[in-house]
């Protein structure tokens, strides 16, 4: 399983993710900062093919690819599964998303392993349940 953060998030959280990852050697989950694997400034339109075609999913803060509707089409017809970070009304800083991010970790790996895609989740601050888009 391949799971993907976009440039939206910091690459220390995506390098934190994995080096915590690589120390469950049981589970076969690689982490990818897409800026790694497609480039630092990457459209949306490039590299969503791409992660999905690897059967990746991504996890984003750009709330913009669930807004234009041509981004979230191109989602749908490529059968890419997104986790929607939304930040609360104060914004995000560097721990309060790390945290939530590995308070949501297994419930993550758990839905890219099992969920039909194409599919559009989103992760909202102090809320326990994902909401669909």
Known sequence: MRIY??????HRIASGMREF?????????TIVWCPDEFGLGATDEEWIPKVASKH????????????????????????LGVFFFRAPKAGWNHWAIMREVVNRWEE???????????????????KKQLSRL
């Open 108 to 126: 993550i790996k758990r839905i890219a392993a099992h969920k039909k895609r194409p599919f559009g989740l989103v992760v909202e601050h102090r």
């Open 21 to 29: 990852q690589s120390a469950r050697l049981s589970e076969e989950v």
């Open 56 to 79: 990746g999913v991504v996890l984003t803060q750009d709330q913009n690819i669930q807004r234009t509707r041509a981004q979230w089409e191109l989602c749908q017809q490529h059968k």
């Open 5 to 10: 953060f976009d440039e939206n998030f910091s």
